[in-house]
C-alpha cells in the first residue's frame, strides 16, 4: 500500500486510527479522523516505516472509513469502490 484517505461521511469518530497510527491520522474539531500527511487528499505516498501502522488503523476501523492503496485517491475516499 501507498496511499490512505478517511471516508469522513463515514467515520463515526471512534479514535481508534489515532492511536493506531498518530503519525497518520489525526481528529478534527468534530472528532472525525482525516490524514495528516497530505491534509486527506490521500495523494502524499506513506512512508514505508508507518505502513504496518496504517493496515493496522485499516484492520480496526469499525465503520471500514480508512481506505487504502496502492494508488492515489485524490481527495475520493471512494475511488476504487
Ligand atoms: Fe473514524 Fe474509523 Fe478512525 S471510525 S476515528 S476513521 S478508526
Given at each position: 500500500?501507498?496511499?490512505?484517505?478517511?471516508?469522513?461521511?463515514?467515520?463515526?469518530?471512534?479514535?481508534?486510527?489515532?492511536?493506531?497510527?498518530?503519525?497518520?491520522?489525526?481528529?478534527?474539531?468534530?472528532g472525525?479522523?482525516?490524514?495528516?500527511?497530505?491534509?486527506?487528499?490521500?495523494?502524499?505516498?506513506?512512508?514505508?516505516?508507518?505502513?504496518?501502522?496504517?493496515?493496522?488503523?485499516?484492520?480496526?476501523?469499525?465503520?471500514?472509513?480508512?481506505?487504502?492503496?496502492?494508488?492515489?485517491?485524490?481527495?475520493?475516499?471512494?475511488?476504487?469502490?
Amino acid at each position: 500500500i501507498k496511499y490512505t484517505i478517511v471516508d469522513k461521511d463515514t467515520c463515526i469518530a471512534c479514535g481508534a486510527c489515532g492511536l493506531a497510527a498518530p503519525d497518520i491520522y489525526d481528529y478534527d474539531d468534530e472528532g472525525l479522523a482525516y490524514v495528516i500527511i497530505d491534509e486527506n487528499k490521500g495523494v502524499q505516498e506513506i512512508p514505508d516505516e508507518l505502513e504496518d501502522d496504517v493496515i493496522d488503523a485499516f484492520e480496526g476501523c469499525p465503520s471500514e472509513s480508512i481506505k487504502i492503496s496502492d494508488q492515489p485517491f485524490h481527495g475520493k475516499p471512494l475511488r476504487f469502490e
